[in-house]
């Protein structure tokens, strides 16, 4: 190794030090929110971009009254028809409901959840990753009807 490329590896290893000192000295002593995002998070992530949506087109279920719109009382199957590569199923209703889903890849797990609206008054959305032709289960709470639309954000 040249004395060049040592001086230029010795420059960028006093680089990382001194970012990592920045980083901890910049950091509050607070215990944070874990539901939060730091907004350079969240410019990594427009720079990378969004997973693509499901084409509701491609979602079929018995309890659907137009493309995209469930209508259900109880409990709905939606199958989503597969969509070539990982893609995020994305669930809105202006009521709560609980989703069920298998979980991407060839991880035997199942996902539950319980979807609440949002305190801002947005609704309750789930987000749903999916790699393959697969059923998702909707549940209803209560004795009441659930209007879940199947939205591409």
Do not use: N, Y
Not at 18 to 23: D, N, S, T
Not at 132 to 137: H, K, L, N, P, S
């Amino acid at each position: 190794m040249s004395g060049r490329q040592k001086a230029l590896l010795g420059l960028l290893a006093g680089l990382l030090v001194a970012l990592f000192v920045v980083a901890v000295g910049v950091g509050g002593g607070d215990r944070g929110d874990p539901g939060a995002r730091h907004g350079f998070v969240d410019g990594l992530a427009a720079l990378g971009g969004e997973r693509a949506a499901v084409d509701p087109a491609t979602v079929d279920a018995d309890c659907a009254d137009d493309a995209g719109r469930l209508t259900f009382s109880g409990r709905c199957v939606v199958r989503v028809a597969d969509p070539g590569g990982l893609r995020t199923l994305v669930l809105r209703s202006a009521a709560r409901f609980t989703v069920v889903a298998p979980a991407p890849g060839d991880a035997d797990l199942t996902i539950r959840d319980e979807v609440e609206p949002a305190s801002d008054g947005t609704g309750a959305v789930a987000k749903v990753a999916v790699d393959q032709a697969t059923e998702v289960g909707l549940t209803c709470p209560g004795l009441g009807s659930c209007t879940v639309l199947v939205a591409t954000s």
